[in-house]
């Protein structure tokens, strides 16, 4: 069974930065896509970037240039480093694992961007 933990969220001014982690267990990351997904009040869920099991990467037009998603394979651990933070960045955000038709979530953490 696959868990994903997410961590890193929190408060933070606009401009300012974090960095999400999610640690994956039951499974090794490297055979899968994992991504970072969010979700701000009102709205769909969207994804934010994702990492291929060959290491490409896809990121929202909104968030190319700031977010950097990135993977530890050693540590089983998943990234997401967000510069240049706007108050459209709040919302929850979400770590997803995909690999052979299973999909999987995190808990999600919260992300506010506010002065």
């Known amino acids: 069974q696959v868990q994903l933990v997410e961590s890193g969220g929190g408060l933070v001014q606009p401009g300012g930065s974090l960095r999400l982690s999610c640690a994956a267990s039951?499974?090794?990351?490297?055979?899968?896509?994992m991504g970072w997904y969010r979700q701000a009040p009102g709205k769909q869920r969207e994804l934010v970037a994702e990492v291929t099991s060959d290491a490409g990467t896809n990121y929202a037009d909104s968030v190319k240039g700031r977010f950097t998603i990135s993977r530890d394979i050693t540590k089983n651990t998943v990234y997401l480093r967000m510069n240049a933070l706007k108050p459209e960045d709040t919302a929850v955000y979400y770590c997803?694992?995909?690999?052979?038709?299973?999909?999987?979530w995190g808990q999600g953490t919260q992300v506010t961007v506010s002065s």
């Open positions: 997803n694992f995909r690999c052979w038709g299973a999909v999987i």
């Open positions: 039951g499974s090794s990351i490297a055979f899968s896509t």
